[in-house]
């Protein structure tokens, strides 16, 4: 018995390692070929897996070509925007639906939902169209405005309101607590996984947003890390060497804030059941 149980723990280990070198093979060639020269990252030969030298001019030209600071303060500040809007009305939104009544509740809550099945392209040109009227285009606030509210959110955090008992809203209410108090001093703090849950997503799906900054912002001072990565693609050819070592500059800041907040990653991911 202990034997079985021996080896079926190793076959699960053994599993669990060979879907660990596959998810991560990817980046190991990423940063290889950022150090090829473009003959060997075109090559097919399949066993050329290392670069016969190893060059570091490839991130050199990449820094000179970009502004790698501005774009990290630019992704990094539509990031933490998003993340602040969607978390402050999302959490407003969920609460309402979730425990108070009102009249046209379950409406309004089918409209979040109905934006949830809808491909979020369809939104794109009458946003453009809202932001362009606004004299925004090329800003901070462009790259934001898709993020002020989020269905998704709000769908979220409804299902941990909803899961709260009923007792904590009555006994705030005899302590003196109005509406505002109940939610901010009593309901909030219980969801705080939901909440970290939600900026995770809101973080992640901010980090590798493409198409909107591509099109709303079209000055490559207002550029962020995903947009012009995309620039460096040319009609014809594309240089993948720099292209890679730009990759590798633009993932490692993500890499950082996930080693420090690893804990509430895995919380707020386990606890939502969601799927990165």
């Not at 669990?16 to 990423?30: K, Q, T």
């Not at 150090?35 to 001019?57: G, H, I, Q, Y």
């Not at 970009?66 to 303060?73: A, D, G, K, V």
């Not at 014809?236 to 996930?258: H, K």
Request: charged share 10%; net charge positive.
């Amino acid at each position: 018995m202990v034997q079985k149980r021996t080896l079926t723990r190793l076959l699960v280990h053994a599993i669990l390692i060979v879907g660990a070198v596959i998810m991560i093979f990817p980046f190991i060639w990423m940063i290889l070929t950022s150090f090829k020269s473009v003959t060997e990252s075109t090559s097919l030969n399949p066993f050329e897996f290392f670069p016969d030298v190893w060059r570091v001019e490839n991130y050199t030209e990449v820094i000179k070509q970009n502004n790698f600071w501005l774009l990290y303060f630019n992704t990094f500040a539509m990031m933490f925007f998003r993340v602040l809007f969607a978390v402050v009305f999302s959490a407003m939104a969920a609460y309402a639906f979730a425990r108070l009544k009102f009249p046209g509740r379950d409406f309004f809550f089918g409209l979040v939902l109905f934006q949830m099945m809808i491909p979020t392209q369809i939104f794109i040109i009458p946003q453009y169209l809202m932001v362009d009227e606004l004299g925004m285009r090329n800003t901070i606030f462009a790259l934001v405005f898709p993020g002020l509210v989020s269905a998704f959110g709000t769908f979220l955090l409804r299902q941990f309101f909803m899961g709260l008992p009923k007792e904590l809203e009555e006994a705030a209410l005899l302590e003196g607590c109005n509406i505002g108090q109940t939610f901010i001093k009593v309901m909030l703090p219980l969801v705080k996984s939901g909440l970290i849950a939600l900026g995770i997503f809101t973080a992640l799906f901010s980090f590798k947003d493409l198409m909107w900054p591509l099109i709303i912002n079209s000055d490559s001072n207002a550029a962020v890390l995903s947009s012009a990565l995309a620039r460096m693609q040319g009609a014809y050819s594309v240089n993948y060497p720099q292209l890679m070592a730009a990759s590798v500059l633009a993932i490692w800041p993500m890499l950082l804030v996930y080693l420090i907040f690893q804990k509430q990653f895995i919380e707020g991911v386990s606890t939502s059941g969601g799927k990165l």
